[in-house]
């Protein structure tokens, strides 16, 4: 039994359940606006609609944005080379910005001056946080923005936040205890890996611990380990859909029943082919266009892949629902929480010219990531443990994550495969 109760109510009642007539006008005032805005002030935004040959006045729905050609994200590293910082996608100069963010590509994200830029207070609070949680936040607090993210949005719902970012697994249990630590953010498999580590220290989670809720991103989330650790621990553990770029893009409530898109933001799930919205149930890649005024994101393409429903549900909120994300776009994806892209694999072997081909694998093994970086080397070289920890060293620097080092005889790889092959399964 929780003891304070975590599964009624709303951070904000007014937007979040707005019948859907209302919800809609809502949208399509705030879609104009930034429509508007966007052309005036963001050159990047300007030049995208000259090109496609349009002008705000002729997006008045949302079933207007398919005029818009996606932007997408993979490509960012290189429109932002070409226009540093950015690519022209913002409407303020860099020093009006709070924070500048790096994430892996690099690609830098903007956070503008606006008080609760990120807006998160709802999804933590559908979650189930209240005012008055003692929460550890262990999303990494440099370069990327997940650690401010939600650490500004406890404050402001009245949580105590300990920073706690990544690793430093047996002072991060101690902390646990010793505080009395009632919420957790952070991702899942490192959750567990907590759990885990208290039960190995001495410790039982359910009696010795204070711990209630959770709110997990940046992995997805088997039903299996959130059985694992709502039954076995006696956690609410709730996900949520979130990116560098755009900040939320969905989060559960109580019902677990998918996650709900914010008021923020239109998401359209979109064919690959021809950029055309899709309809519910139908797979194809979230495209965002966000109302946000330092960094409008005009149809920008995630490159995850996921489907919608429109059935109500019985939390109360109006919002459409993204069932779950299914996969990528592209073989870019995420390892413990981080992005690798194949364009890292083909660096790698770059800087090692002994070899002569090489794949990245991902695996899973009780509920955590693996990564292998399986090579062949070019005839007449022999596989050594040089060769392998500067491998290992490679990986760290280029993928900012350990990996496995696996000797592959020659042909064992195919000519022009995948770079990323992903092996894990998500039941
Ligand atoms: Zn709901």
């Known amino acids: 039994m929780l003891k304070s109760d975590r599964t009624t109510g709303f951070y904000d009642p007014a937007l979040e359940t707005l019948p859907p007539k209302e919800r809609e006008a809502y949208v399509i005032q705030k879609l104009r606006e930034i429509m508007d805005y966007a052309y005036t002030y963001a050159p990047a935004i300007r030049a995208k609609f000259e090109e496609a040959h349009l002008t705000p006045q002729q997006i008045q729905t949302i079933k207007d944005l398919e005029k818009i050609p996606v932007t997408k994200k993979d490509r960012l590293p290189q429109l932002q080379k070409e226009n540093l910082p950015f690519g022209g996608f913002t409407t303020v100069p860099p020093h009006q910005l709070k924070r500048i963010y790096v994430s892996p590509g690099p690609i830098y994200d903007p956070q503008g001056p606006e008080e609760r830029y990120w807006r998160c207070e709802k999804v933590l609070y559908a979650a189930g946080f209240r005012k008055g949680d003692r929460v550890q936040n262990t999303f990494a607090y440099h370069l990327t923005p997940a650690g401010l993210i939600l650490d500004e949005a406890l404050v402001a719902m009245g949580c105590t936040v300990i920073p706690a970012g990544v690793g430093n697994t047996e002072l991060q249990v101690k902390i646990l205890y010793d505080l009395k630590v009632t919420g957790y953010t952070g991702t899942p498999s490192f959750l567990m890996t907590l759990l885990r580590k208290a039960e190995e220290l001495g410790y039982q ?93 005009i149809r920008f393409g995630t490159g995850d892949l996921s489907y919608f429903t429109d059935e109500p549900c019985p939390c109360g909120r109006t ?108 039941d």
């Open 319 to 426: 919002s459409h629902r993204l069932v779950k994300l299914v996969g990528r776009t592209s073989e870019t994806t995420k390892v413990r929480g981080m992005f690798i892209r194949p364009g890292q694999v083909d660096e790698i072997l770059a800087r090692h010219p002994d070899i002569a081909r090489g794949q990245a694998v991902i695996t899973r093994a009780h509920h955590q990531d693996e990564l292998t970086l399986r090579v062949e080397l070019k005839p007449g070289i022999m596989e050594s443990d040089t060769l392998k920890s500067q491998l290992e060293q490679t990986v760290r620097e280029v993928m900012k994550l350990r990996a496995m080092i696996e000797f592959v005889p020659g042909g064992t790889l195919p000519e022009g495969g995948k770079k990323i092959l992903d092996e894990r399964k998500w």
């Open 205 to 297: 989670p359910r009696k010795d611990l204070t711990l209630e809720v959770a709110f997990v991103a940046a992995e997805m989330l088997p039903e299996s380990l959130r059985t694992e650790l709502e039954e076995g621990y006696h956690l609410l553990v709730r996900q949520g859909y979130l990116t560098a770029d755009v900040g939320t893009i969905g989060y559960e409530c109580r019902e677990k029943s998918g996650m709900h898109i914010p008021e923020e933001l239109i998401v359209e799930i979109v064919d690959l082919e021809t950029g055309n919205q899709l309809g519910p149930g139908e797979v194809g890649e979230v495209v965002v266009t966000n109302f946000n005024k330092t960094y409008p994101l």
